[in-house]
């Protein structure tokens, strides 16, 4: 198959000072069509009334619809659409739902407005990535669920919740986008995937944190530092394809420790990543998630990051990884298709110019941005017409210039 970016390589004009990757993007942006954008402002004015005789610009109706403007308009993740009624999820390549539970914090609690701040700062950002040359509204179709009816006091009967709501997105189809919460989530998550995989299948996990979470339990409950003993109990979530990225300091459990050395588990800290170098550090981090194993769940932890980047988080952390580190990597585990992804332990009421939400989003938007340039958003299991051709974007997406360093 001829990559539609090739075909037309060389009928876009540039000049030849551009950088790599620089060049890479002048050029995408070219070959990306606006068909959606042009159905968004027909909505809107459709919608929301032309607007008034003074306007000079007719694109603009009376009544926000749409992406435009950042400040205005009801907070859904990214604006995507809200979608009410849940059993039409499916019809979506994408279903971002709120998991607002702080019931398993043991230090700082406050992660429950976490998918209220991530929404809110998402409408910053519009659907189009520069560096990556991919324009997520007209390569996908994303829907916001709102949120987990969670259980303030009952730990137990929010996972039971939360399970229920991720299986029910992931067996629709659609990618999974979940927001915490904090990190008691993931083991409820984990298990509504596990539970839809195929007889024999089973699940990895790349988890990016600085803590282990992997005791039994915490506080006499299982609390946002044992999610992961209890999610490798699952029989088809083995504990050897947990990978555990960014890991130290001094808020590791020995407990925890001691689970991960017995189950046999994989650590990566902050120094191993920067020592081997990220391309090494996530091609091993692929390695192990995958072997054997027929998908993988990201679980990404805010707190991975170091402390001046994430100060609105339960267990702030200094000497993790920088944001360029982070993304990095991110960019390169999705060359490899996932089951959904979760970030959890974002709390706004700690959190300083929305920073610690700022990239919270900026991870959401880059790893759906990676995997349509990959061309597994959309999934493979198309379901309308109109999806094959935005498979066909995306498989023109995908290439990229490879980078040193």
């Known amino acids: 198959m001829v990559n539609r970016r090739d075909r037309n390589k060389g009928k876009v004009p540039l000049h030849n000072h551009y950088g790599p990757e620089a060049r890479f993007a002048v050029e995408a942006e070219a070959l990306i069509p606006t068909t959606k954008l042009d159905e968004e402002i027909a909505r809107g004015l459709k919608l929301g ?25 009801i907070n859904t993740f990214m604006k995507a659409p809200y979608l009410e009624d849940v059993r039409e999820c499916g019809k979506f390549d994408v279903a971002i739902l709120g998991a607002p539970f702080d019931g398993g914090t043991t230090y700082r609690s406050g992660t429950r407005f976490g998918p209220q701040g991530i929404r809110k700062i998402s409408a910053l950002y519009g659907p189009y990535s520069f560096e990556l040359g991919v324009d997520l509204r007209e390569s996908i179709t994303m829907c916001d669920l709102g949120d987990i009816f969670t259980i303030p006091a009952n730990i137990e009967k929010t996972f039971d919740q939360i399970s229920k709501g991720v299986a029910h997105v992931f067996a629709s189809g659609a990618f999974p986008v979940v927001l915490g919460g904090d990190h008691s989530i993931g083991y409820p998550t984990v298990r509504g995937v596990s539970q839809h995989l195929r007889k024999g299948q089973k699940l990895g996990i790349i988890h990016f944190d600085r803590h282990v979470d992997t005791q039994e339990t915490d506080l006499d409950e299982r609390m946002h530092t044992t999610p992961w003993f209890h999610a490798t109990n699952i029989p088809n979530v083995p504990a050897k394809n947990l990978v555990q990225v960014g890991i130290g300091g001094w808020q590791a459990p020995r407990p925890g420790v001691k689970v991960g050395r017995e189950r046999g588990t994989t650590i990566m800290t902050v120094n191993d990543v920067v020592e081997m170098g990220v391309e090494a550090a996530a091609k091993r981090a692929l390695e192990v998630a995958w072997d054997g194993a027929d998908a993988v769940w990201l679980s990404f932890d805010v707190d991975c990051l170091d402390a001046a980047f994430v100060p609105g988080t339960g267990w702030p952390e200094p000497g993790g990884f920088l944001p360029r580190e982070v993304l990095k990597f991110i960019h390169l585990i999705c060359e490899r298709p996932l089951a959904g992804i979760e970030v959890v332990e974002c709390a706004p009421p700690y959190d300083n110019a929305e920073i610690t939400a700022l990239l919270g989003t900026r991870i959401i938007c880059d790893t759906l941005g990676c995997l349509v340039r990959a061309g597994h958003l959309p999934k493979t299991r198309m379901r309308t017409t109109s999806n094959q051709g935005r498979a066909s974007l995306a498989q023109n997406q995908r290439v990229a210039p490879k980078r040193k360093g």
């Open 49 to 73: 009334l032309q607007g008034a005789d003074s306007i000079k610009d007719k694109r603009i109706p009376t009544f926000s619809r749409g992406e435009l403007p950042h400040f205005a308009g």
